[in-house]
């Protein structure tokens, strides 16, 4: 099994930018693909971008152009760069991992706040 620690959130105004990090400890972390979620108050978990153990990334429709999700397997690590920040971005933001050979099963992190607000 793996373990997520997101880190990277806080505060940010409308136009800013954040880069969020999570480090995935556990036996073979490029064999998960890994993938950036958020929640909003009131809403639904969604998927914001994800990354396969290739490296091959997809986007939500609403990051496209603005976020880039890359992974550096030496240090366990996946992040999500976000720039041109808009409030509706606000959410709690997590990191998820999913083994290639047992993808029936999910790993989640705690979550890290993002406020986008003037």
């Known amino acids: 099994q793996v373990q997520p620690v997101e880190s990277g959130g806080g505060l940010v105004q409308p136009g800013g930018s954040l880069r969020l990090s999570c480090t995935a400890s556990?036996?073979?972390?490029?064999?998960?693909?890994m993938g950036w979620y958020r929640q909003a108050p009131g809403k639904q978990r969604e998927l914001v971008a994800a990354i396969s153990s290739g490296g091959r990334p997809n986007y939500a429709d609403s990051v496209k152009g603005r976020f880039t999700i890359s992974r550096d397997n030496a240090k366990n690590t996946v992040y999500l760069q976000m720039n041109s920040l808009k409030p509706e971005d606000t959410a709690v933001y997590y990191c998820n991992a999913r083994p290639d050979w047992y993808p029936q099963t999910n790993y989640w992190g705690q979550g890290t706040q993002v406020t986008v607000s003037s």
């Open positions: 556990g036996i073979m972390f490029s064999s998960h693909a």
